[in-house]
């Protein structure tokens, strides 16, 4: 009885620090923009090469 009791408070310890890592992560901005780096990376400009001569 005792081990159940052992595994239930360690999992919810670990629950907890989950969540807290996930609103954390919400309140710091980093879901934001989820849209934006998918199509940044397809109309990203390409670098010209310069002609030296």
Sequence with gaps: MTIIILLISISLTIAILFLGSFLW???SG?????Y???????????????QEG
């Design 36 to 50: 934006g780096p998918s199509v940044r990376m397809l109309f990203e400009d390409k670098k010209e090469k310069k």
């Design 25 to 27: 992560s919400m309140k």
């Design 30 to 34: 980093q879901f934001d923009d989820t």
